[in-house]
Every structure is written in C-alpha cells, then in structure tokens.
C-alpha cells in the first residue's frame, strides 16, 4: 500500500470514529497498521453494513480508492447518507464523580507520547446521547507530527494502555497535517491538556 492509499485509510478512519463502535474502528485500525489489508478492508465493509453506519458519496469514494473489491458487494452493501450525521457524543473536561480515575492512563500516555512522536496530549469524558454506538468513557486525543503514520500509532498507543494497566479508553491519533473531524475537534474543544511536548 503506498503513502497515498495509506492516507486515505487514515482518513476514513478519522471520519467513522464516534460513528462505529470504538472496538470496531480499532480493530480495523490495527489490522491496517499491521497490513492485513483484506482483513482491515472485510471488518472496515462489514461493520458498516452490520451497524447501519451511512456513508456520503465522499466516503464511498474514498474506500472505493483502496478496497481489494471496490466493485464487490460488501462495499455495495454500506448504506448511503445524504450528509454526516451528528455527533452522538458530546464532551466535556470532567467526569461524573463516578468515572474512574484518569491519573494512570495520563501518566503512561504521557510517558509514551515522546515515543510516538507526540506534540500534545488532551482528555476529555465522553457522554454518549441517543444512538451513541458505546458508553461514557474518556477519551484521548493524541496530536502527532507531521507524516506519523496515524493507525500505527494508534495501535501502539492501544496496546500500551492494555499492556501497563488492562484499559481499553478510546483514543484518536492526529497527525498535523491531518484535518480534523467534528467528533475530533468536539473532543479537543472540550479537553484538558495532559501533555505537551
């Protein structure tokens, strides 16, 4: 796959988060950063369908470009929409007096984020409103430099959060020349700086 295609994957992966299930678009991460293409490409087409998940005629472009069957039927199969929908989360700096303590996963993210080639690190709780694919959690944004490659970051950071303490928080990975989602921009708006390099 080279540096365009890759490009365009971490970009409809941008524009699905808050829309697929975190585990889902994780998986589909990892398994692109990995190279498992066909693999990534089935869970991405898939998962859509399965979930209802519309995509615009932008979108549809986009997979189109990279998909091993751009004419197959599970790329036929992905609803269309008219436009994005909504958010389905919305965000802010604190957590209800119950959510569990953020301070480990800051510290370890923190510590890694120079590994990752990180810039800055922000986390924000996220509340789930009608049609919401997952439940309240924080969330973490990672601001990366330019040209990091965003899945492989993605799985790396995943992988250290599990590793270190058995958590699983959801995360999105933007490098600087990357454009931002609604979702993305929502969660840094709301954000508490944790890190800056």
Do not use: N
Request: aromatic content about 8%; charged content about 25%; proline content about 9%.
């Amino acid at each position: 796959m080279d540096a365009k295609t890759y490009a365009e994957v971490a970009d409809v992966c941008r524009r699905l988060a808050g829309r697929l299930p975190d585990d889902v678009l994780g998986t589909v991460r990892e398994h692109y950063a990995a190279g498992e293409f066909d693999l990534a490409d089935a869970a991405l087409l898939l998962s859509l369908a399965l979930h209802g998940v519309g995509i615009t005629s932008e979108e549809r472009a986009l997979l189109r470009a990279f998909v091993g069957e751009p004419d197959g039927c599970d790329l036929a199969d992905v609803p269309a929409v008219a436009e994005v929908p909504p958010l389905s989360y919305r965000f802010s700096v604190d957590g209800p007096p119950d959510a569990p303590h953020p301070a480990p996963a800051d510290a370890l993210l923190s510590a890694d984020a120079p590994r990752r080639h990180g810039r800055s690190l922000h986390r924000a709780w996220r509340t789930p409103l009608d049609g919401a694919p997952d439940a309240a959690a924080w969330t973490y944004v990672l601001l990366v430099a330019e040209g990091e490659d965003e899945p492989s970051t993605y799985s790396g950071v995943l992988s250290t959060l599990w590793v270190a303490l058995g958590q699983r928080w959801p995360v999105e990975v933007i490098a600087a020349d990357s454009p931002r989602t609604p979702y993305q921009e929502a969660a840094l708006a709301a954000a508490q700086p944790i890190w800056r390099a």
